[in-house]
């Protein structure tokens, strides 16, 4: 499942909490005074942070003042366009539209940064900014003899000089260029700003699971600040998840539910207080129904990603070089199939082989009144192969278990990718007689270890 917008930074360990961390811990458990005392202290100290400013707007907003609530967070939103944080902005105007704010001229600001043509995009894609290390020394939150009206006066007061800051900060330097961001910068400027208001923020405590492994889901996610860990379940019953990345600021993840409702393949779980953006596969469809380029654009990149993740673990692709690899992807199609829906007919004639993507397929054996389950498959395997390289009818009927997603490559295409990659073609053959090996022995014995077999 693991999508990400950049390459994902090694696993660093425990986080170190900070003060924001605090903050948002406090505010997630309804103490919104002593999560403000913090937010304020480190606006004050910082004014020019774009992030200190949205939370110290959300928190006031909280409290029921909406006129700071919208000032703090045009603020913040104008700040992070500035910054060249797209996410954090994203963030920004979802909470201006829960309030019911308008949002047009922030969308307008935020396209002209960011979206397709803009003069800001720099020519170079490069990564997102980590989280930014702690100050050695934190300011200390505010006096706790502040509560009330008068706390809510105090922090007011600090959000109204750090807007000041940031207007005449902004005033004496020009905005820089920014790095073309994924999905988004590929899109016009209506259909940026279409895409950007189906996204809706979310604040997610520490040790809340975002993504469950073996799940359905109908979102994908941005994380706009904070730290996730993906992991998956041990094969060994009992066993402890396998850490297998750490998501900074940036990610995208999830993305596969827009494309497939196969179930998730990996855990994302928060491993500090952080905020993300949903957006729903309801939401994003109704705005590529209004503007097509928005599907191509999701679809292309789907299709991307799909494909970079195979690239790792399907041998035919891995085994081509880099250089190849572009020319040898254009010889498969994605098809894809409904749970139940039968991918190969045992018995049908050889029209091509299938690498699967997404989901998982069943390889079943009819010799009788009840099939013989013959393996179980999921991303990066092949199947079709021993029917296609061994010239007969197929020998198993292969089904999709949950709705999955393929690259097939056609038959004839088929000879031309032998001609061009024998060692391909070399490997191929050797995973085809040993599968109809295999498949003959499960096929004899119902009583086989059925999940060391592999196919068709």
């Not at 959300?58 to 045009?74: F, I, P, S, V």
């Not at 290390?133 to 000089?161: C, N, V, Y």
């Not at 709705?403 to 032998?418: C, I, M, W």
């Amino acid at each position: 499942m693991l999508l990400r917008m950049v390459q994902v930074p090694p696993l660093q360990g425990a986080v170190e909490e900070r003060a924001i961390d605090r903050a948002l811990s406090l505010a997630l458990g309804d103490d919104s005074e002593g999560a403000l005392r913090i937010a304020a202290a480190l606006l004050e100290a910082e004014p020019l942070s774009a992030f200190d400013t949205f939370v110290t707007a959300w928190l006031l907003g909280k409290q029921g003042r909406k006129d700071e609530l919208e000032l703090g967070l045009r603020a913040a939103l104008d700040r992070a366009v500035f910054d060249g944080n797209l996410p954090l902005a994203i963030a920004a105007q979802s909470l201006l539209r829960e309030a019911e704010l308008p949002v047009e001229a922030e969308l307008e600001a935020m396209a002209s940064a960011f979206a397709k043509g803009s003069a800001r995009l720099s020519e170079k894609r490069v990564a997102p900014p980590q989280l930014a290390a702690a100050p050695a020394k934190e300011p200390p939150p505010l006096d706790e003899e502040l509560e009330g009206e008068a706390l809510l006066d105090r922090a007011s007061e600090i959000l109204k000089a750090a807007t000041a800051a940031q207007d005449e900060a902004s005033l004496s330097s020009a905005a820089g260029q920014v790095p073309p961001q994924v999905l988004f910068s590929a899109l016009d400027a209506p259909s940026f700003q279409a895409t950007v208001a189906a996204f809706e923020v979310r604040f997610v405590p520490d040790e809340h699971a975002l993504v469950e492994e073996g799940t359905v889901g109908n979102e994908a996610f941005i994380l706009a600040r904070g730290e996730l860990d993906v992991s998956k379940k041990s094969m060994k019953p009992g066993g402890a998840p396998l850490a297998l990345a750490r998501l900074g600021k940036g990610a995208l993840f999830g993305e596969m539910a827009l494309l497939s409702s196969a179930p998730r393949t990996a855990t994302v779980t928060a491993c500090r207080p952080s905020v993300v953006l949903a957006g729903s596969k309801a939401a994003l469809d109704r705005v590529a129904a209004q503007a097509p380029e928005v599907g191509r654009v999701f679809a292309e990149f789907c299709r991307r990603r799909m494909l970079d993740n195979l690239m790792r673990t399907n041998f035919i692709l891995r085994s081509a070089s880099p250089s190849e690899r572009p020319a040898l992807i254009e010889r498969f199609t994605v098809r894809q199939f409904a749970q139940g829906e039968r991918i190969i007919a045992q018995g049908s004639p050889p029209d091509g082989l299938h690498i699967v993507a997404l989901g998982e397929v069943n390889v079943l054996h009819h010799d009788g009144e009840e099939p013989t389950l013959v393996a179980k498959l999921g991303p990066g395997e092949v199947v079709g192969e021993v029917a296609l390289i061994l010239r007969r009818p197929a020998i198993t009927d292969v089904v999709a278990h949950h709705p999955t997603v393929t690259l097939f490559l056609q038959r004839d295409r088929f000879l031309g990718l032998a001609r061009a990659h024998p060692k391909i073609f070399v490997e191929l053959y050797e995973l085809a007689v040993h599968r109809d090996q295999e498949t003959a022995i499960a096929a004899s014995s119902e009583a086989a270890e059925t999940e060391d077999f592999v196919l068709v």
